[in-house]
């Protein structure tokens, strides 16, 4: 049971670049969600999904894009990256539904630094 | 919007108890109150969780004020392991179909 992993762990972009940041989970979890965490800073949401097929916007989704086609992939898009997109993504994932007990699972994170 | 408010920062001697509050003024009926930490380097992980009653597990106590408007985190002992950022959330009534979100935390020092 691998848990909640993501690739790559670092990543160097040069403005306009588009790249896609991945998560997978093994533990058949019907909520995923991405953040992003600048540094000395909380997590802000950007993304996620309730189960396959479905997709909604969390507090700062511009300039990202997700889709979940599988319960255990949720794939992020940095569609035109710029400086700002400079930070530490993490994926979580969890449980849903009556009897959850709400707890997400994160992923180790990646390091993305956009010049 | 600040729906959680936390102290920036403190310090607890090694092996001893340690109360990290957080305070939720604006609570509803329905949301429960989340604790997550985050070790140096590492994505966060869920400590405890709780609605109404006082909570405990494995890693900490969870202690909830009986008006809901506030909330204390217990670890029960302090180790070096325990140094991290601790995160109060609240919500969860609606899991999946609401945005939680997390503050800035609480940096907690474990002196030697």
């Known amino acids: 049971n691998a848990g909640v992993t993501q690739t790559p762990k670092f990543q160097v972009l040069k403005t306009g670049q588009s790249m896609t940041l991945q998560c997978a989970q093994d533990?058949?979890?019907?909520?995923m969600s991405w953040y992003r965490q600048d540094p000395g800073m909380g997590l802000r949401l950007i993304h996620y999904?309730?189960?396959?097929?479905?997709?909604d916007q969390g507090e700062v989704p511009n300039g990202y894009n997700v889709s979940r086609s599988t319960t255990e992939d949720f794939p992020l898009r940095l569609l035109s990256a710029a400086p700002s997109q400079t930070s530490v993504y993490f994926c979580?994932?969890?449980?849903?539904?009556?009897?959850?007990?709400?707890?997400?699972?994160f992923g180790p994170g990646t390091r993305l630094t956009v010049t | 919007d600040a729906k959680t408010t936390q102290p920036n920062s403190m310090e607890s001697n090694e092996e001893e108890p340690v109360h990290l509050p957080c305070n939720h003024s604006?609570?509803?009926?329905?949301?429960?109150i989340h604790w997550y930490r985050q070790l140096p380097s590492q994505g966060p992980e869920y400590v405890i969780h709780?609605?109404?009653s006082n909570v405990n597990n494995r890693m900490a106590s969870l202690a909830i004020a009986e008006d809901r408007k506030s909330s204390t985190l217990i670890l029960h002992r302090a180790t070096l392991r325990d140094a991290a950022v601790y995160y109060c959330?609240?919500?969860?009534?609606?899991?999946?179909?609401?945005?939680?979100?997390f503050g800035t935390g609480t940096r907690l020092t474990i002196i030697p």
């Open positions: 533990m058949n979890h019907e909520y």
């Open positions: 999904s309730v189960g396959a097929g479905i997709t």
């Open positions: 959330l609240r919500g969860g009534s609606n899991f999946g179909n609401e945005k939680l979100t």
């Open positions: 709780g609605l109404t």
């Open positions: 979580a994932s969890s449980y849903l539904g009556a009897g959850a007990s709400y707890e997400q699972y």
């Open positions: 604006t609570i509803s009926g329905t949301d429960y």
